[in-house]
């Protein structure tokens, strides 16, 4: 290895924490209002009934998510027209300001009816950073990745958001050992939100050293020649409609992959909680421990992905979890055995894994640069807004009606469709228009370019190698809109 390709892996390497980092601490604000949502519920509120009180806070979880399309298309835009790193960085501080709302909200006995509207409030907030993240974060890891190995690095994204899960289980953990439950009940529960404010104003300076992805210096080189009216055309709704197949793939394969993802990492929970009456503590270890394997997988399903394709990887998500989704949780709700939850929680979760790791860049691969964030961003907050937020309400909500199993087959007819989609989705690991020109380029060259959509179907685009392997990192920095200063360390 020479030292320029040495120097440049670890460039990739550090780029790739950078855009992790903040995706940790932004994950972690979203998962700790759902890992201690059994403590604050009461506090917000009052019911005689435990299933009420978490249906309650379980709607205010789903209400953020209604934010998440908009947050997809503000940020998604944002970044495709002023850059990814722009973009994330604006996503933490939004975070910020949502979880410090939620740690200094009294509750309901305080100021009454005020509580739970500045928790929705706070929540539309969180919702709105969430929804810009996912995209942004999808697109600047495939793009600073290195050829070859993008579903390795890639998968990164959901390694950090699940080691953010950890880190919000951890945190519970530890306060239950050190506190007493009137303590939690009382104000120990505002601790996490208070630590997730200050930790992401610590990612949002580390942010400010991130180098902006060379495809996108390149698209924005592209754009510059062509003039003002190519710049008016990134991240444009109208541009986006130009692949309309590729944002309905995204929209298809992500209806499963994100009701299992929520059922199995965020109402499980819950489930052991209140249907196999598990206590919190034992619940808390199994999915601690659970995640943290699950954490684990992540690379490995990526790197699979490099080596067989996304598409063989993601017929196996959608099978597994259409065949295996009702057996698991019908078993699961009968178990009193700590080791065999964890085992039935992790036989899941493996199956998740198919679709977690490659999420990012599959959707990745199917959007030229000048509308890649808008791309990934939109029709994947769309789904988890309309999918994901809905999940765990429609759980808790059949359970009252006395129909929870019913849960279990919706789950597993979401995860039908998915594998409907990645049936007929077309390879994408070797024709991916992230080694394509943009398809906008046909402006002002003659030379052959991937149309629109053709990575969906049958067809098979034409591909050239993409200007941004000329551009290096060191001497392509951008002036961030929100950091006056240096972009990175040369």
Not at 4 to 15: E, L
Not at 94 to 101: E, W
Not at 378 to 401: D, M, R, S, W, Y
């Amino acid at each position: 290895m020479t030292q320029q390709s040495s120097t440049s892996n670890r460039r990739v390497v550090a780029n790739v924490f950078r855009g992790c980092i903040g995706n940790l601490i932004e994950w972690y604000d979203w998962f700790v209002y759902a890992a201690f949502s059994v403590f604050f519920a009461p506090v917000f509120f009052p019911s005689e009934s435990q299933t009420a009180q978490l249906l309650s806070a379980a709607v205010v979880f789903a209400v953020g998510f209604l934010m998440r399309p908009l947050g997809g298309y503000i940020l998604g835009r944002f970044a495709d027209r002023y850059g990814r790193r722009n973009a994330l960085t604006l996503s933490v501080l939004l975070m910020a300001a949502g979880s410090l709302l939620i740690a200094v909200t009294p509750g309901f006995a305080t100021i009454g009816i005020l509580a739970p509207v500045i928790l929705v409030l706070a929540r539309l907030l969180q919702g709105l950073s969430v929804g810009g993240e996912f995209g942004s974060s999808a697109t600047y890891l495939s793009e600073v990745a290195t050829p070859g190995r993008r579903g390795f690095f890639s998968s990164f994204q959901y390694v950090s958001i699940v080691l953010g899960q950890l880190c919000a289980l951890g945190v519970q953990i530890i306060l239950l050992q050190i506190l007493t439950p009137a303590q939690m009940d009382s104000w120990g529960w505002r601790v996490p939100f208070v630590i997730g404010a200050v930790a992401a104003v610590t990612v949002m300076i580390i942010r400010r050293g991130m180098d902006e992805s060379p495809q996108y210096l390149a698209e924005k080189q592209r754009v510059a020649a062509l003039g003002a009216g190519a710049a008016k055309q990134e991240g444009t709704l109208r541009t986006l409609m130009q692949y309309r197949k590729s944002f309905a793939l995204v929209f298809a394969l992500a209806i499963g992959g994100t009701v299992c993802y929520y059922t199995y990492t965020t109402y499980l929970q819950k489930y052991m909680i209140n249907t196999a009456g598990m206590d919190k503590e034992t619940v808390a270890w199994i999915s601690f421990c659970a995640l943290f394997v699950y954490m684990c997988m992540q690379p490995l399903a990526g790197a699979l992905s490099d080596k067989i394709g996304r598409r063989k990887v993601m017929l196996f998500f959608g099978a597994g979890a259409t065949l295996l989704t009702v057996p698991i949780m019908t078993t699961l709700g009968h178990v009193s055995n700590a080791l065999v939850a964890f085992c039935l929680m992790m036989a899941g979760l493996t199956i998740v894994t198919a679709y977690s790791a490659l999420s990012p860049i599959v959707k990745a691969e199917l959007f030229p640069t000048k509308v890649r964030a808008l791309g990934v961003g939109l029709p994947h907050a769309l789904v988890t807004a309309v999918f994901g937020g809905t999940a765990e309400p429609i759980a808790l909500g059949l359970k009252q009606a006395g129909h929870e199993g019913a849960f279990f087959y919706y789950v597993s007819a979401c995860a039908l469709l998915t594998w409907i989609a990645a049936y007929f989705m077309k390879e994408t690991r070797g024709d991916s228009m992230l080694d394509s020109a943009d398809s906008g380029a046909k402006e002002s060259t003659s030379t052959p370019v991937a149309s629109p959509d053709s990575l969906v179907g049958s067809s098979n685009p034409s591909t050239v190698d993409f200007p941004s392997a000329t551009v290096q990192y060191a001497e392509t920095g951008t002036k961030s809109l929100i950091d006056e200063g240096p972009t990175s360390p040369r």
